[in-house]
């Protein structure tokens, strides 16, 4: 008998739905654009090393905008832990569970 026959199918565990996913990597890219932008505006306004503290975050935020908007959602359990989905499935070929 398959053990994974019976278990139950866990509906919290599904994906999130591709707009969904993608609205929220737009959201974190436009904000970190934003805070970039603010750099470049404070840069010109502020003066001695806090104006190339400034200059440094502006021309690094690019590089951690795109890390962040190409990170995907990962879904936790109930129990807080991190799901990962079983690799060989519950569905195998040929098997129908208690159909005999």
């Known amino acids: 008998m398959d053990p994974h026959a019976h278990q139950a199918v866990n509906i919290t565990s599904a994906q999130p739905g591709r707009s969904v996913d993608l609205h929220k990597r737009q959201m974190r890219y436009l904000i970190s654009m934003g805070i970039r932008t603010v750099c470049f505006v404070a840069a010109v306004i502020a003066s001695g090393p806090?104006?190339?503290?400034?200059?440094?975050?502006?021309?690094?935020?690019?590089?951690?905008?795109?890390?962040?908007?190409?990170?995907?959602t990962q879904r936790t359990t109930s129990s807080g832990q991190a799901y990962r989905p079983d690799p060989a499935g519950s569905l195998e070929s040929g098997t129908q569970g208690d159909a005999k």
């Open 50 to 72: 806090l104006r190339w503290g400034f200059v440094v975050a502006a021309v690094l935020l690019p590089y951690v905008a795109v890390i962040l908007a190409n990170t995907a």
